[in-house]
């Protein structure tokens, strides 16, 4: 998709509040289409008329004082879809500047909810759906902003690329994308852009002493691999932030084995991974000037004579030794020496881990809230700052030290599950042993990450989330 800075376009879009007396552009078109309700200016409706030469399309924003960026995604969003029903490849919009709104940040929005409505995962179908997508939008601005508005889009374009790489990644059958595969499109799509890429085998893994994670791998007769991507945007820092995401390429639960049900969408258990490979390709291209580690412990959870099993006491990198009551509970197991590595190895400032962690998140939160667990409130502030201009809500879980007692174990320094209740504080909390004391936060990606069902403009399947939010949070710590 092209932007440019101009008139043109088949079709022109008019924009509408609800309720409005008259338009710039159309008027005659929008007052026909008000007085006989065919039109009210909804937040993300759309009518559509031939015009003198060209389409016309009305755009609704919904009422005026509820207009947030949330809103312009979701309503520019509707508009690249009526676009593709139409079959235009080119369409243009004049984009005011609205009261209290920063016209960067609506910029933002219009050009992101245009580019997401032309994602799709259809690489699979035998038959072609022929769709057209849009190739060129011409964006009338302010004209003291057009430099400005020029490296907003250019930005969100390339954070996109970002998102849809996630999306793609985490969309990939398992039977296509297991751990040395996600290797090397880790190494295919970060290298070129100068990201270095190591990837460590079970030989190295071993040498590591990560005995958590190899547990899990065991049962699978995919080797593991351990990935560390490493992006140095200002050589002149040390300081360093690590995102560690969780890289169950397939997620059987083991011998603690899921219904068939739930295990068909186990493809997506590395969402975690998916995001942050997703994460450093837009921080690279985009030329952040900070330093950014990335690190994945990638692996299948599957059954065999050699799987691990509940009541088994097993190491790890930390030294600390972990009891399994549910190998269900992999990813924590596997995270524990990701994290560890990060903390010592990589010996990161900060660190964030995206997983999709618990159902018990899902539960709590369903698909709308990410949530999230910290040791440090600073730091988690700066993520719900991230995360609130991303348009990816996260909701801080409780974390008191009473929670702590659920995994107690009575043989292991720890087990890696405290039962029933509190599933996602636990599970968090779990993690928070393997940091070394190190600012971190713990995002439960489990029910935002992948949709049964699309919403708004995130579609059903893999949506991206949080690299949106990872990006801000680099771009302004």
């Not at 995401?245 to 219904?259: A, F, I």
């Not at 292991?412 to 209740?421: E, F, M, S, V, Y």
Request: aromatic fraction near 8%; charged fraction near 25%; proline fraction near 3%.
């Amino acid at each position: 998709m092209n932007f440019l800075f101009e008139k043109g376009g088949e079709a022109i879009a008019v924009l509408v509040f609800k309720g409005a007396e008259k338009v710039s552009e159309a008027n005659d078109l929008y007052s026909f289409v008000k007085e006989r309700k065919l039109f009210e200016g909804k937040a993300g409706e759309v009518y559509s008329s031939p015009g003198n030469g060209k389409d016309v399309i009305l755009l609704g924003l919904g009422e005026e004082y509820k207009l947030d960026y949330q809103v312009l995604r979701k309503a520019f969003y509707s508009l690249g879809k009526e676009a593709g029903r139409l079959k235009l490849e080119s369409i243009g919009v004049h984009i005011p500047k609205f009261e209290d709104k920063c016209y960067g940040k609506t910029l933002k929005a219009v050009s992101e909810g245009l580019i997401q409505s032309q994602y799709s995962f259809d690489k699979y179908k035998s038959k072609s759906d022929q769709r057209v997508y849009l190739k060129e939008i011409y964006l009338q601005v302010k004209d003291d902003n057009l430099e400005k508005a020029k490296n907003v889009v250019s930005e969100t374009q390339i954070l996109m690329e970002g998102v849809f790489l996630t999306r793609d990644l985490v969309n990939e059958p398992a039977i296509n994308m297991y751990p040395e595969v996600l290797a090397e499109r880790a190494v295919d799509s970060l290298a070129p852009l100068g990201v270095k890429v190591d990837v460590f085998g079970k030989e190295k893994i071993e040498e590591l002493g990560m005995k958590a994670f190899l547990a899990v791998s065991k049962g699978s007769e995919k080797e593991p691999q351990f990935i560390v991507m490493k992006y140095q945007g200002d050589p002149d820092s040390n300081e360093k932030l690590a995102l560690v995401g969780k890289g169950l390429t397939y997620d059987s639960g083991g011998y603690c084995l899921k219904p068939a049900d739930s295990m068909a969408a186990m493809h997506t258990d590395m969402a975690g991974a998916a995001s942050v490979i997703g994460a450093m390709y837009s921080i690279a291209k985009a030329g952040l000037k900070k330093n950014v580690t990335a690190i994945v412990a990638a692996c299948e959870n599957m059954i065999s004579g050699g799987a691990y099993k509940t009541g088994d006491i097993i190491g790890s990198m930390s030294g600390k030794t972990i009891e399994i009551g549910n190998t269900d509970a992999e990813g924590r197991v596997t995270l524990a020496d990701a994290l560890w590595y990060a903390a010592t190895v990589e010996n990161a400032d900060r660190i964030v881990d995206l997983a999709t962690l618990t159902g018990a998140c899902v539960v709590a939160l369903g698909s709308v809230n990410t949530g999230a667990i910290t040791n440090n409130d600073k730091f988690m502030e700066e993520i719900k700052v991230a995360s609130t201009l991303a348009g990816e809500p996260v909701w801080e879980l409780p974390h008191d030290e009473e929670y702590m007692e659920l995994f107690k174990s009575d043989f292991a320094d720890l087990k890696n599950t405290g039962g029933r209740w509190a599933g996602a504080i636990t599970a968090g909390l779990f993690l928070r042993e393997f940091v070394n004391d190190k600012p971190w936060v713990h995002l439960d990606i489990a029910g935002t990450s992948h949709l049964s069902n699309p919403m708004g403009y995130l579609p059903k399947g893999a949506t991206g989330i949080p690299v949106k939010t990872l990006f801000y949070l680099v771009k302004d710590m």
